[in-house]
Each structure stands twice: as structure tokens, then as C-alpha cells.
């Protein structure tokens, strides 16, 4: 598994891996992927199978392979807990705490979970960058001072309940919410010269907030036949993801001589939301001899909306900054058939 600089996952230097949690595809992808992952607390992981030729019901969306997350579900009757705290301290503190519960009697089974992670940090970079041309004339050097502080935190929950109908089919309800705050403040110096002669420098401080959220409902039907091997299942799905987005980068540039040239600051609000509605239909037989047959219907329909809405403050006033202000809305329906043969000799 190799995990890229853009927070791209890939399997064997396949396509993009998709991560499922508990068979359901996670809608993220690059940094914002990796920073979800992240804040899963250890402690409610079950075990994670990678899958890079996964089964048929994983095709449509994994085509890259697949990495599949399990949380813990106790089989145990009766009342069950597990809380884990967790707490780190290095120039920031840290802590990742869960609390995992359940009530399971002959006929139903009730589940809940509570996650809560909060990983502070920071940054810091010196670069030194020249730029030189063939003849030599124009060449120069930018020497840049980064410096930035992240705090985020993470809250999720999980409730949901498992019912047997009967001895053969099982109904499953549940919901998940996942709510992540984040703050980012960074001091940013950027000089320019002329071999070793400064041209103009100029200070930058950058003030981030984001607010995060996604919201899962799930309903899902089991029948399981005489034979152990024989069995179909039904699953909905509808979620929804919203991101807040508000920045300030406020810059001030000096000339050579370390007088004030002018001042700029951009205002940036970047909505961005997500809705996906999904149906799957699953089936799995014996055929003849050891060979057993998947086959599936899948079909989902999502659409995002994202906005880039940008604010231009000089000395003349505040003005929009209509070279940078965006917005797109994006549809994607998908409708599959698969199926495999699979067999062991």
C-alpha cells in the first residue's frame, strides 16, 4: 500500500483504493480522506482486510482495489462497554478516546459507539529556491520562512439496532454522524532577490476555519437458506456531507530599503456539500461442486455542490475577485450488474 503526498491510496500502483467501513464506501478522497482515517480511535477497529481483486460487490465502486475497515460489534448476550481514553502530549496534546456498547438478546441486538480524537500540530519550513535562465540574465532567488498551527478535532457517533425476524432474515437500522472543527493559523515570509540583493519581501498571516460534517442512515435486509452458503441481502443507503470553508490571508509587501509598498487581504468562503443516495441487492449461491456464484444489481445517484466565493481588500475598498470566484454542481448516477465464479481446489 503506498499512501502519496495528495493522500491518494493505492494498492500494488493500481488506481485509487476506495475504503469501505463496515461495507460501506466512505465518499472521501485525498487529505480530507486521510485526515477522516485518522481520527478513528484504534480502539474500535476490528480488523482491516485488503482486497486488491476484490468481489463482485465491491467492483463497481473498486476498480483499484479495496480497503476494508471493521469496527468491533460484540456477540456476547446481555449488556457489554468498552471505553478506551487516550491522551499525548508533545508541543501540542493529543488524545483519541472511544466508548464502544451494546445490549444483545435472543432476538435483537442494540449498538452504540462515541468516538472523540483531537490531534494538534504544526509545521515549519525554510526553503531556498533559485531560479536560473540560459543566458543568466534574470536569475533570482525566493527564500521563504513557513510556520503553521492546526487544531482539529473530531467527534463521531454511531447508533443502531439488529433485528431477527425470524431464524432465517435480519433486519439492520443504524445511523452515524461525524462532525470535525478545524483551525489553522499561519505565518508565512516570502523575500525575493536578485543573486543575493533583496528585491522585495513580503509577510503573510493566513486565519482557516472549517466545519465538517457527514450524516449516515442505513437500512439493510439479510436472508440467509438452509444452505450456510446461500444467502441474499438488501441495503440503503442515504448520506449527506457538508463542508464549511472561511479563510483571510492578509499580506503586507516591504520594498528593498524595508519601507511599506501596499497591503492586500483576500477573503475566501468555500461551501461544499454532498448528497448520496444508494441501493444494492446481493446474492450468493452454490453451483456445482465447490464453484459459488455473486451476483448484484447496484444503483446511486449523487450530487455535489461546491463554491469558491472570493473578497479582494486594497487601498481603493473591497472588491470581488472575480478571477478567482467559482462554482460547479456535479452529478454522477451509476447503475451496475456483476457478478463472479469463484472456486478452491
Not at 127 to 152: C, K, M, S, V, W
Not at 164 to 184: A, F, Q, V
Not at 195 to 200: A, I, Y
Not at 290 to 302: A, M, N, P, R, V
Amino acid at each position: 500500500i503506498m499512501v502519496e503526498n495528495n493522500g491518494n491510496i493505492r494498492i500494488y500502483g493500481k488506481g485509487q483504493a476506495s475504503v469501505f467501513i463496515d461495507d460501506k464506501p466512505v465518499y472521501l478522497t485525498g487529505r480530507e480522506l486521510l485526515n477522516y482515517l485518522q481520527s478513528l480511535p484504534s480502539g474500535i477497529l476490528d480488523k482491516i482486510e485488503i482486497m486488491p481483486n476484490p468481489p463482485a460487490r465491491y467492483a463497481a465502486n473498486g476498480m483499484g482495489g479495496i480497503i476494508l475497515i471493521r469496527t468491533k460489534k460484540t456477540g456476547n448476550r446481555g449488556f457489554n462497554g468498552n471505553l478506551i481514553l487516550n491522551y499525548g502530549q508533545g508541543v501540542y496534546p493529543k488524545s483519541n478516546s472511544s466508548f464502544i456498547c451494546n445490549y444483545r438478546d435472543g432476538h435483537m441486538n442494540v449498538y452504540g459507539m462515541a468516538t472523540y480524537s483531537q490531534p494538534h500540530t504544526y509545521y515549519t519550513a525554510e526553503r531556498d529556491r533559485a531560479y536560473h535562465f540560459p543566458n543568466g540574465t534574470g536569475d533570482y532567488n525566493i527564500l521563504q520562512h513557513n510556520a503553521e498551527i492546526n487544531f482539529r478535532w473530531a467527534y463521531s457517533y454511531k447508533l443502531g439496532i439488529d433485528i431477527n425476524l425470524d431464524k432465517s432474515t435480519s433486519l439492520s437500522l443504524s445511523g452515524k454522524s461525524y462532525m470535525s472543527p478545524y483551525r489553522e493559523t499561519g505565518h508565512y515570509t516570502t523575500g525575493f532577490y536578485t543573486g543575493r540583493q533583496p528585491d522585495s519581501i513580503v509577510y503573510s498571516n493566513s486565519y482557516l476555519r472549517t466545519y465538517t460534517t457527514h450524516y449516515l442512515l442505513n437500512l439493510g435486509i439479510l436472508h440467509h437458506f438452509s444452505n450456510p452458503l446461500k444467502e441474499w441481502s438488501l441495503n440503503m443507503d442515504y448520506l449527506t456531507m457538508n463542508d464549511q470553508g472561511n479563510q483571510v490571508l492578509n499580506s503586507n509587501t516591504f520594498t528593498s530599503g524595508g519601507n511599506w509598498q501596499n497591503n492586500n487581504t483576500l477573503f475566501s468562503f468555500n461551501p461544499f456539500k454532498v448528497y448520496v443516495y444508494s441501493v444494492m441487492l446481493d446474492a450468493k449461491t452454490p453451483v456445482a461442486g465447490l464453484l459459488t456464484l455473486e451476483t448484484g444489481l447496484q444503483s446511486s445517484f449523487s450530487s455535489r455542490e461546491s463554491n469558491g466565493n472570493y473578497l479582494v481588500q486594497d487601498t481603493t475598498g473591497l472588491h470581488p475577485a472575480n478571477s478567482l470566484n467559482n462554482s460547479f454542481h456535479f452529478n454522477e448516477n451509476i447503475n451496475a450488474f456483476y457478478g463472479s465464479l469463484n472456486g478452491q481446489y
